[in-house]
């Protein structure tokens, strides 16, 4: 069964670094996301992608954070100077379309930033 | 008025027995429901869609009711392996770009005892 993958599985960084988290969506899904979950807390949606560009994004989203498709295959958050509220669980999920598709997820990446 | 609302639970069950978890939700533009389930520091995983008829899949029974804005699910004879973080998820029309954008509930914590 076609799965999302996401590495790495776990990131430390320090305050103020940059990070790069990646995503391998499922190879047929045009949409993709990115979401993350702070320990304890709820499921909060970042940002979705389709066809090369965002086509939505949250008030979290903000300058700080950047996605892109740099080839066929992978989708990658980028975190710049991150901040020590940034640590949580980052979620990638794709579908295959959006609206009323459901969407898979990958198995996170744990950002601890220190 | 939160977007998705859920009781946190955490709700005790002894094996065997039926459960059900409400939800509201206040976009009444939302076209999909869905109900995922998430382990402990696991990735969220579908569990079903939530359709206007209602649907079932073998222990679990889910049911809408766009009148009053309200979700339900039923799990039939749990098990131990039913113990799990029950999520209420909504889809939301988009506010700025073209994808609709899921909106999760904070979930309901369910514990199967044997």
């Known amino acids: 069964e076609p799965e999302v993958t996401q590495t790495p599985s776990h990131q430390v960084t320090q305050m103020g670094q940059e990070v790069i988290l990646r995503c391998v969506p499922i190879s047929n899904h045009l949409y993709f996301y990115w979401y993350r979950q702070i320990l304890g807390q709820k499921v909060e949606f970042l940002v979705s992608?389709?066809?090369?560009?965002?086509?939505?994004k949250s008030e979290i989203f903000d300058d700080q954070f950047s996605v892109e498709r740099p080839d066929g295959s992978n989708f990658t958050l980028k975190i710049r100077s991150t901040k020590l509220e940034d640590s949580a669980m980052y979620f990638c999920a794709s579908s295959e379309a959006s609206g009323t598709y459901e969407q898979y997820f990958g198995p996170g990446t744990r950002l601890t930033v220190t | 008025r939160k977007e998705v609302e859920q009781d946190p639970g955490p709700f005790n069950v002894p094996e065997g027995a039926t459960v059900a978890f409400n939800c509201t939700y206040s976009n009444s533009a939302s076209q999909s429901f869905f109900w995922y389930r998430q382990d402990c520091r696991k990735e969220p995983k579908l569990l079903m869609s939530v359709y206007s008829s209602g649907n079932e899949d073998g222990r679990f029974t889910a049911q809408l009711n766009r009148a009053s804005q309200y979700i339900s699910l039923l799990i039939r004879d749990s098990k131990l392996s039913d113990s799990a973080t029950y999520l209420c998820v909504v889809n939301s029309p988009p506010s700025r770009g073209s994808n609709y954008q899921l909106i999760w509930g904070a979930g309901t914590k369910l514990i199967i005892k044997p």
């Open positions: 992608f389709y066809n090369n560009e965002i086509s939505e």
